[in-house]
């Protein structure tokens, strides 16, 4: 039999491990030559794999919501066509994953319960389960000769489901009778992750994420008082990266007010004929995007990236923009925007934004930013201090628009202010420069041409 | 013929009768004579004894036990009152640096009960209510005791009064006059270093003294209601710790309230805690509890007093959290 292995694809240069979100085939499965085989998400995208050959699938290594490093071996299809046949006629398993091979084995390190031919039962072996046991019913599991296997499957009357030990001793009690013996609901090492269950009594919160039904952590916080959402595999990234910055970067933080007084009127001047025009609406972004290009070309220390003791200087521009979805935050990169007029720029925008908000990105499209802008404005930040996205130096946060009062020439006039926030990598990054490059951004902004729409 | 005695009659009692059948035994401190004593202990022990066994001192703590130290080196038994255990840091030097000591460098027993009126709710405010047992039980060298019932205090106090050691009496004020109960006509004494089960139950012990023991046996009542049955160890001695009594009784029931009137950071419930997660760690089945005054000082306004102390009902909310564990 001609055998083909499919493994975990590597979808960006960065990645080294990818989920699997869910299975398209089961074993026994005919499937064809790019015909979707699974879904995967990943650190930076989510992404249909297709079947690298056409024959009937005879394995999958992994199940579904399990995260393995790229390049591991997590399906097996046999392209022979009498396999096929014989595989089609052996009855389908109902469990989607078999016992992983030899190889994956070694790699995982899953506890083993001892073998059972040993007299005195395991204690030393770890709960697969996570379940905690007191001392004393421990004590008990071990004079009693109870095995950690039999212990596991005990149902817990205690806080969280806790073996207490009234719970142990009327076990030994019943077993010593030959009574039955009470078991658990769930077998808690095979209990599958997250699986919806339907008809919930109580309101629930409206999410992209799955709400967790089973395991421990539902006995712990039960319903109605809790609910439990599986974190997505973007959420849990976003963490990551978010940790992993700050503990990589010394952030410092500047705020200086903008008046964006200028921008506003000619954002407003030119408003309908651009929406004619282009098909969308003209936002401040893009006059932010351009200043902020402007200014890295002035200060190209700003858009840089450090390597060991090496500063690596970039000599084009891709702008990152943050952008909230429902399924969380994304920064998809707009590549050489120094290359584009503001119409240029103002078109990428919205159609990264428009893309992001739809789940349509490329792995491309978020890849490779040097510099990037996040607008929290919008949700009615006055001022933020946000976190660098990394291996970038420096990121750029917009605060709310608002008309405030300020003094001009001795009077006071009313003007549309913002606060900008640069946070810089201090590493390379100091306060003079930081400081320079964000006046930069100001003074375009604030001395924008008029006719830059014309 | 027994008779029902309250806890400072019973105190009184058997310091009389100790100073009836010995002649060394005399007492000393400030307003204890004609006037009987801040709370009345030595009401009538002036006329009786007299001058020269029931002695009034200047108000000067360091002094009384001081002189109550040099006393004993010379063979008597005194019994030195403080008029409120929070005074009795006036005269900490000499426990801790000179009468603690004495035997261990001089070779010299030193048979003498510091007696300190200790405990709140009773409205006394920073000044008046302190529980400074933990000082002691850190002090090698001293026994301690703190005794709950009539019985007890009479009879803690006759074995304090016949030990050749120092020995710390911590006599509870609220209990003072709060607490009656049978004592006996004949001699007898409460040995020191022994704790009593004052309520025997299968599923939590509470380890107690002083006036813990009336919030557990109270809380214990109600919870035997509702199925959960308390076993409450009264400790009567804080140094030396009865340890079996408190061991054997973990080990029976797996889960271990602390609970004492005193406040809870460096208190004595982290001791008992330590042993018991020493030596009986298979027995248990929950974490070891401490229910204990909180971490402030002890305010004068009532409502805020009662806040601060254990009481009946947190010491029922603690046990019944343990259970549901």
Redesign the interface.
């Known amino acids: 039999m001609s055998k083909v292995e499919v493994v975990m694809p590597q979808l960006g240069e960065s990645l080294t491990e990818g989920t699997i979100v869910k299975w398209h085939k089961k074993p026994g499965d005919k499937v064809r030559k790019d015909e979707t085989l699974l879904e995967i998400s990943t650190d930076k995208v989510d992404s249909e794999i297709p079947s690298p050959a056409s024959g009937v699938v005879t394995k999958l290594l992994f199940p579904e919501q399990k995260t393995v490093a790229v390049r591991t071996v997590i399906a097996e299809i046999d392209t022979d066509e009498t396999a096929a046949a014989s595989a089609a006629s052996a009855p389908a398993k109902p469990t989607a994953v078999e016992t992983a091979p030899p190889k994956v084995e070694q790699k995982s390190p899953v506890q083993e319960v001892r073998p059972v031919a040993t007299p005195q039962p395991s204690l030393q072996a770890m709960p697969a389960s996570g379940r905690f046991y ?6 008990i599991t071990r004079e009693e000769g109870i095995s950690m296997m039999e212990l596991e499957q005990i149902p817990g009357t ?2 969280g489901g ?1 073996v ?2 009234k719970d142990i001793l009327a076990y030994v009690d019943a077993k010593k009778k030959g009574i039955a013996l009470p078991q658990r609901a769930a077998a808690p090492a095979a209990a599958p992750a997250a699986q919806p269950a339907a008809g919930p009594s109580a309101p629930r919160i409206e999410s992209t994420l799955k709400h967790v039904e089973s395991g421990d952590l539902v006995k712990k916080y039960p319903a109605p008082q809790y609910e439990i959402l599986q974190m997505s595999n973007l959420i849990q990234k976003m963490g990551e990266h978010m940790v992993r910055s700050k503990q990589t970067s010394p952030h410092v933080y500047e705020i200086h007010e903008c008046d964006m007084t200028k921008v506003d009127i000619v954002r407003r001047r030119n408003q309908d004929g651009f929406e004619k025009r282009e098909g969308f609406k003209l936002t401040y972004m893009p006059f932010i995007c351009d200043a902020v290009v402007q200014a890295l070309k002035q200060f190209p220390l700003v858009n840089c990236q450090i390597d060991g003791d090496k500063i690596i200087v970039k000599k084009f521009v891709n702008l990152g923009i943050a952008v909230a979805t429902e399924n969380g935050l994304i920064v998809p990169v707009i590549k050489n925007a120094d290359e584009k007029n503001f119409t240029g720029l103002a078109r990428a925008v919205n159609d990264l934004a428009t893309r992001a908000r739809m789940k349509k990105l490329a792995l491309p499209d978020i890849e490779g930013g040097s510099f990037t802008i996040t607008n929290y404005g919008g949700f009615g930040a006055m001022m933020g201090t946000p976190i660098i996205n990394q291996p970038q130096v420096a990121i750029i946060g917009i605060g709310s628009i608002e008309k405030r009062a300020v003094v001009i020439n001795d009077a006071i006039a009313i003007r549309s202010i913002a606060y900008f926030t640069l946070s810089f990598d201090h590493r390379i990054v100091d306060g003079a420069l930081g400081g320079s490059f964000l006046s930069a951004v100001i003074k375009k902004l604030e001395n924008v041409d008029e006719n830059l729409l014309v | 013929m027994p008779k029902i005695l309250t806890y400072i009659e019973a105190i009184s009692e058997g310091l009389r009768e100790e100073m009836r059948r010995d002649p060394s035994v005399f007492l000393l401190g400030e307003d204890i004579g004609t006037y009987g004593g801040a709370f009345k202990v030595t009401k009538g022990f002036f006329d009786e004894f007299g001058e020269n066994r029931v002695i009034d001192t200047v108000l000067a703590e360091a002094a009384i036990i001081g002189a109550a130290t040099g006393a004993a080196i010379a063979g008597m038994r005194p019994v030195a009152e403080m008029q409120f255990a929070d005074f009795v840091t006036n005269g900490f030097n000499q426990i801790v640096n000179m009468t603690a000591k004495y035997h261990y460098r001089n070779f010299v027993p030193i048979p003498l009960v510091v007696r300190l009126p200790s405990g709140g709710g009773i409205r006394g405010g920073p000044f008046h209510s302190s529980n400074p047992e933990a000082w002691f039980v850190h002090t090698p060298g001293l026994k301690v005791v703190a005794p709950s019932t009539a019985y007890d205090a009479k009879g803690l106090i006759k074995s304090a009064v016949r030990d050749n050691n120092p020995v710390v009496y911590l006599e509870h004020k609220y209990l003072y006059r709060h607490i009656k109960g049978e004592v006996p006509d004949n001699d007898y004494t409460v040995p020191i270093g022994k704790a009593d089960i004052k309520r025997e139950g299968n599923d939590i012990s509470v380890i107690t003294y002083h006036t813990g023991v009336h919030w557990a046996l109270e809380a214990a009542a109600t919870l035997s209601n509702d199925g959960i049955e308390v076993e409450v160890i009264d400790l009567r001695t804080l140094l030396p710790l009865d340890r079996e009594t408190i061991l054997n009784s973990v080990k029976k029931t797996g889960k271990v309230l602390i609970v004492h009137e005193a406040s809870l950071t460096g208190g004595i419930g982290g001791e008992i805690a330590a042993i018991i997660s020493e030596n009986a760690f298979e027995h248990l089945d929950a974490p070891i509890r401490r229910l204990a005054s909180l971490d402030t000082l002890i305010p004068y306004a009532p409502t805020l007093e009662d806040y601060f102390l254990p009481n009946t009902q947190k010491v029922s909310d603690a046990l019944r959290n343990l259970a549901r564990y």
Not at chain 1, 134 to 139: A, E, I, R
């Open positions: 007191s001392p004393l019913v421990l004590n205690g806080e806790r207490s030990k």
